[in-house]
């Protein structure tokens, strides 16, 4: 176990500087670099702008402005926003705490409708229940989930008034008790995570469904049947923990395009996360941000993937060996 | 009896049709947009009386009437006289029926959706073209290049998925400093490869240890040769299937993008940008949303319909029970 962890973590950090080293490389080619504005402004002259390219080290080998760069990317310093005159790293830490509400949020909702309907599909392929929940799966799949968000919103928040209509809370929730403003959260949260936990539903369904095939087709469960056991038994002693341990390391495969989902779904209902940070940031060309919000979403992925890689291992030793 | 099949392609093959014949198909312009005040919003099927003037313009009106060498436009909340020598020559006061109702500028909503086939369709196509032209070499050099090129593109490609595609496109759109059709194809062209070449890499490696490689190459078969003649035709099964789940995934994309400003720009016709139009109204005036969604399921699940008969088609052996 201790040899596949330092493995895979190695192969994680790797993978993080390559991607650091990708966006350093964005950086470089952006257009409309700091200091080129700075030539547009006639208040600022030559020398002045020479001695700012020698501070920041413009001058430098472009290894050295790579290695000075990661530096201070590994402590968090992404530079400062353009349209709002604050840290990179500011902005994306409270970004940060919005997409993780609305992650957990979209999570809970996805694993609780698709885990049942794939276990129900996979017990009897090729029955009516099975074909009603691929007509189910296959019409989330297909419908967009921005559509399905504003058709929520529109019916159940603006003419029902069931639901708020965005945000991640009410203006005046600073002054609730802690408990109504858990309430107040969750109050917001509920349509948000509902559209980008169903948007996903359909391939969690499908891989649990054929998961649970493949299993109860196998030689242990076959074994088990022979021995007598109860077909409850036999379900979830046998196949469903065999079937639902890789449902944990698909978590890592989907994490993408969820976090790409989520940018939508933030944008649709002003949902305060890291995609809508990166929405606003492009439409005020606000690079450095942009930059910031897109490093912070890979290593958000990477690290989730080595997440469920190593929940997975440790819960099946057979993924020790991968 | 049709089958679902032939269902998809038929569905895929009219809207091709209709998105490249948009321009003779349209029944009017999907941009311009005449005397709204009374056009918007026109529910599906509705007629009305059009009066062209020698300007160029176009004006709409429920009732009219001709009162000596003026025609009186007769609606709710004005009257209008206008004399008729405004009038263009010949068929100057028709009947239009709206087929799919108008939107809120008054722009016709077939019109639009014709037009916003074209675009759809047209970078499902490009881009998955792209698709397969960069992430097939870099799949098959990988398989056949040896550890050390294998190791390097196979990192690339991490690095590619590492990425939310939504923000990979978004940086890259800020870089390129641009919007429009060529800016959208080549961004979701860099970003949408990566699966087809980890699928053309893994069909290779399994082909390139089967005796029948083993047996031409050692007639003397070059790797260009075996590569062309021999491995990918017999990869490419599986590639057809991942570009044709790939091209849903791309039109799915497109309409994402446009939804939320930052692909196909309005007024020009977009899927999702006509959906983006339609949420003031969505209750009231449906169809302005109501279609192009309507459009776009249609269409995803035609495509991921026909790679599943690819599949079953294509890999018979491998046909679940």
């Not at chain 2, 091709?16 to 947009?33: E, F, N, Q, S, W």
Request: proline residues 6%; neutral net charge.
């Amino acid at each position: 176990m201790a040899r596949f962890i330092l493995r895979r973590v190695v192969a994680a950090v790797v993978l993080l500087v390559l991607v650091a080293t990708a966006t350093f490389g964005l950086v470089q080619a952006a257009p409309g670099q700091p200091i080129e504005l700075l030539a547009l402004d006639p208040r600022v002259g030559p020398e002045f702008r020479a001695e700012l390219i020698r501070q920041y080290g413009l001058d430098q080998p472009v290894t050295v402005q790579w290695a000075r760069w990661m530096t201070a990317t590994l402590r968090g310093e992404l530079g400062l926003s353009f349209s709002q005159k604050r840290p990179v790293s500011e902005l994306l830490m409270e970004g940060l705490g919005g997409s993780a509400w609305l992650m957990a949020g979209a999570l809970f909702v996805l694993y609780i409708v698709a885990l049942p309907l794939g276990i129900v599909a996979g017990l009897r392929p090729g029955s009516r229940v099975d074909r009603a929940i691929l007509v189910f799966s296959q019409f989330f799949w297909a419908l967009p989930g921005f559509v399905l968000a504003v058709v929520l919103l529109e019916i159940l928040g603006v003419r029902l008034g069931w639901f708020p209509l965005g945000l991640m809370q009410d203006l005046d929730a600073e002054r609730m008790s802690s408990m109504d403003r858990l309430l107040n959260r969750l109050h917001h949260l509920f349509l948000p995570s509902l559209v980008l936990g169903l948007s996903s539903v359909g391939l969690v369904i499908g891989f649990v469904r054929s998961g649970l095939i493949g299993v109860l087709a196998s030689d242990h469960v076959r074994a088990a049947r022979a021995r007598g056991l109860s077909e409850s038994r036999v379900l979830f002693r046998h196949a469903l923990p065999n079937t639902l341990a890789p449902v944990i390391q698909h978590f890592g495969v989907l994490m993408p395009a969820l976090l790409s989902g989520a940018l939508i779904i933030e944008v649709v209902f002003s949902w305060p996360g890291l995609g809508r940070i990166g929405y606003a940031a492009i439409v005020e060309r606000d690079i450095p941000v942009v930059l910031g919000t897109t490093l912070l979403s890979a290593a958000v992925v990477i690290m989730g993937s080595l997440l469920a890689d190593l929940l997975h291992a440790w819960i099946d030793p057979r993924a020790r060996d991968a | 009896m049709l089958e679902r099949k032939h269902l998809a392609w038929l569905v895929l093959a009219a809207f091709v049709v209709a998105g490249a014949c948009a321009p003779l198909l349209a029944p009017r312009d999907p941009t311009t947009y005449s005397d709204p005040s009374i056009s918007r919003n026109r529910p599906p099927l509705s007629q009305l009386v059009a009066v062209d003037l020698d300007d160029g313009r176009r004006l709409y009106t429920d009732q009219l009437r001709h009162d000596g060498d003026h025609v009186i436009l007769e609606d709710v909340e004005r009257q209008r006289s206008i004399p008729l020598d405004q009038l263009v020559e010949h068929d100057a006061i028709t009947t239009q029926t709206f087929l799919l109702g108008t939107d809120r500028f008054g722009r016709d909503v077939l019109s639009r959706l014709l037009w916003g086939a074209r675009v759809s369709l047209l970078i499902g196509l490009l881009v998955t073209l792209i698709a397969l032209t960069v992430g097939l070499p870099i799949g098959t050099l990988a398989a056949l290049g040896g550890p050390v090129v294998d190791g390097v593109l196979m990192r690339i490609v991490d690095v590619f998925l590492a990425f939310p595609w939504i923000f990979l496109i978004i940086t890259l759109a800020a870089m390129i400093d641009g919007s429009g059709l060529a800016v959208l194809i080549v961004v979701l062209g860099g970003t949408s490869w990566m699966a087809i070449s980890r699928v053309a890499r893994a069909m290779i490696r399994e082909l390139r240890d089967q005796a029948f490689v083993t047996a031409t190459r050692g007639l003397g078969a070059g790797p260009i040769y075996l590569a062309v003649q021999h491995l990918i035709p017999h990869a490419l099964p599986p590639i057809l299937i991942q570009a044709a789940l790939g091209a849903a995934r791309v039109v799915l994309a497109e309409a994402a993008l446009s939804f939320i400003g930052l692909g196909i720009q309005p007024p020009e016709p977009s899927w999702g940008n006509m959906i983006n139009d339609g949420r003031t109204g969505l209750l009231s005036a449906w169809w302005v949303a109501g279609f192009p969604t309507l459009a776009l399921i249609v269409t995803v699940l035609a495509l991921s319909e026909i790679a599943e008969t690819l599949r079953h088609r294509l890999t018979p052996y491998r046909l679940e029970p």
